[in-house]
């Protein structure tokens, strides 16, 4: 088949709104946006631990350690499903990782900032689940079927981690003057990052246009950030909260909560690695990947002796 009837067959495939599987025929260029945002999207799930990771040991009660302990666990199980989606389509783990520690992947934005309270971990379940929610449960309607899977599961959980993070800023700002104040001051740092997990404006976005036109996206960047600004602002409200942004307004027209304009000079510093935390995130995770290798081989080496197990055992 030609490439241009193959283009051809396949448009007309994701006009149809069928799954792409990894055995079809794809251009190449699908195949690498794809696995751009996939590994991208894995590896935000892994480095995403290490914030949170931070208050383990510092959580207030058992019971906040037991749900946080959950939560991460949840967190390294999405970048599974996610490094997996993304070999589906002919990379290898080692490869992505490689990629990451080489400079040559990013992951999200809003892993590079510090959790200074107890109250960052309400903070980032309630307003950086919240935006993964929203942006995950478009991804699951995405053309590419592992992807598309993947966001299924994955969305259940973020349910559970949103809520949980939601639960931990309403009991702060029924607590005492200094919770609240912990828990504004969570608020107003996390805020700002959260919208930018959208991404840039869609006349700034260097992919949207192929990805849409791909399926990859469905919705664009503008129109899920303004659902989850719709969405988060009275949650806000609901229990006290002030939304750290002065210019922030309700038009009755388009019933949408305007947000003032987003510092995209912070946005682009960090994503080009010089956010008050790439750094750390970065030595964190090279430190522990290579500390961590042990285990990789035990596996490998399991997972050979049972393949040799099985192969002698058919004759
Ligand atoms: N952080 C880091 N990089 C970002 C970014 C962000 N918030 N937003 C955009 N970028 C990068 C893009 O990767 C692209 O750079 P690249 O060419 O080097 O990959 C560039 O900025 C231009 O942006 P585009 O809008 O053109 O890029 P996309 O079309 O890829 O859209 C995106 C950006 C919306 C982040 C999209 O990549 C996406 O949906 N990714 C998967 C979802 C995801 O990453 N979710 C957040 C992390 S997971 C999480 O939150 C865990 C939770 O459980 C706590």
Redesign the pocket.
């Known amino acids: 088949m030609s490439d241009e009837m193959m283009l051809k067959q396949f448009q007309s495939r994701i006009d149809n709104g069928e799954k792409i599987e990894p055995g079809d025929p794809m251009p190449d260029a699908y195949r690498k946006?794809l696995l751009?945002?996939?590994s991208?999207?894995a590896h935000?799930?892994v480095i995403?631990m290490q914030p949170e990771g931070n208050w383990v040991l510092r959580a207030p009660s058992l019971r906040a350690k037991k749900i946080l302990l959950a939560k991460i666990q949840?967190?390294g199980g999405?970048g599974l499903y996610l490094y997996s989606a993304a070999e589906s389509l002919g990379i290898d783990r080692d490869e992505m990782i490689g990629q990451l520690h080489a400079g040559k992947?990013?992951?999200?934005?809003?892993?590079n900032y510090p959790t200074l309270t107890w109250a960052d971990i309400g903070a980032?379940g309630w307003l950086?689940?919240g935006?993964?929610i929203v942006?995950?449960t478009m991804?699951a309607k995405c053309s590419f079927g592992p992807y598309s899977r993947a966001m299924l599961r994955?969305c259940k959980e973020?349910g559970f981690?949103q809520r949980q993070g939601y639960e931990i800023m309403a009991r702060m700002m029924s607590g005492t003057a200094a919770q609240k104040e912990m828990a504004q001051d969570a608020m107003n740092r996390w805020w700002w990052p959260s919208l930018?997990?959208?991404?840039?404006h869609d006349t700034?976005?260097?992919?949207?246009s192929e990805?849409m036109k791909w399926k990859?996206?469905v919705e664009s960047?503008d129109r899920?950030r303004q659902r989850f600004i719709n969405r988060t602002v009275e949650q806000a409200h609901h229990i006290g909260l002030i939304v750290p942004d002065p210019l922030l307004k309700y038009n009755d027209q388009t019933m949408n909560w305007e947000a003032g304009p987003i510092n995209w000079e912070e946005?682009y510093k960090?994503?080009n690695g010089d956010g008050p935390c790439n750094h750390k995130r970065m030595l964190h995770h090279i430190k522990y990947h290579r500390e961590g290798g042990w285990v990789r081989d035990a596996a490998r080496a399991f997972a050979e002796k049972q393949q040799e197990t099985a192969d002698t055992s058919i004759y």
């Open positions: 946006t751009r945002q996939i991208q999207h935000s799930e995403g949840d967190e999405h992947a990013k992951y999200s934005s809003v892993f980032i950086v689940d935006a993964a942006n995950q991804l994955i973020e981690h930018m997990m959208f991404g840039p700034e976005s260097v992919h949207s990805s990859i996206k960047n899920l946005f960090v994503i």
